[in-house]
């Protein structure tokens, strides 16, 4: 009978984990869904400011801004989005692989999400600072990483500032990627910087043209444009990549937490068929107990 407790028990273990496992999978399956609504949202506005960008570009040169001058020199300054929890998979992992494929032995770090923050620290990585984001992201909260990044390649501090982050694809797939953000890149401000999953791409050649061919007065120049303009795409950027990293996040907690769910369910069916069989053989032996006792007897 002891071995028929243990099994009990160990139902009642899986059934309270599963029950905690399946909250936690309808729980990130939501704050997905609002991550991913976020990410669709500024589709638009991304649309629009590329094509005045790409306009700029046109009118401008690479000098006419230091965001757009690229520097001799290896000294790296990477922002790296983690997760703030774990039990989301291999994300933080794959994420991690990247990073350190990526830096070099000037690298230095700025994080938001503790866990991979945890892992460079023990690893002798070099933490700058470290930032904390709302859940769903705050356009505010990436002004203040942009404002510090900017800052920091503007002062010559560093010659290349560049972002790790895990970017969503679909419910299934994260992608970790390493995008450099300073200095931008001139080919880049043509580029259409909605990320995969919402609709990433180029913008297209007609759309091209007809951002060229766009009767914009620039006041008070072309250039004093380019110089609003430019914080504001960076902001953009890393507001946009904050909301991947997170949709991430969602998306793999909900998978993990559903196959875990799964497993459970799977842990009881096959517990509830050795509780039976263990059951059944205890009452047989019950059985031939009385009879041979019943039989002693006579």
Known sequence: M?????????????????????????????????????????????????????NLKENTTEESHPLLEKREGGKELMLVISTGRGLCGGLNTNLYKAVIKSATDETEYVTVGKKLRQTIAKTGGNIVTDWEVADPVPFNDAKPVSKFLTEKFLSGEYDKISVAFNNFVSTLTQT???????????????????????????????????????????????????????????????????????????????????????????????????????????????????????????
């Open 176 to 298: 970790p990627e390493v995008f450099q953000l300073l200095p931008i890149e001139s080919e880049d401000l043509g580029e259409k910087q909605d990320y995969e999953g919402v609709d990433k791409g180029e913008i297209g050649e007609t759309d091209k043209a007809a951002a060229l061919g766009a009767d914009y007065d620039f006041e008070p120049s072309a250039e004093g444009v380019l110089d609003k303009l430019l914080p504001l795409y960076i902001n953009f950027q890393i507001y946009q990549m904050l909301v991947e990293a997170r949709a991430s996040e969602h998306s793999a907690r909900m998978v993990a937490m559903k196959a875990a769910t799964d497993n459970a369910k799977n842990m009881i069916d096959d517990l509830t068929l050795e509780y039976n069989k263990a059951r059944q053989a205890a009452i047989t032996a019950e059985l031939l107990e009385i009879t041979t006792a019943m039989k002693a007897m006579e």
């Open 2 to 54: 002891a071995n028929l407790r243990d099994i009990r028990r160990r139902i009642k273990s899986v059934k309270s984990t599963s029950q905690i496992t399946k909250a936690m999978e309808l729980v990130s399956a939501a704050k997905m869904k609002k991550a991913q609504d976020q990410a669709l949202a500024g589709r638009d506005y991304a649309d629009k400011l590329n094509k005045v960008l790409v």
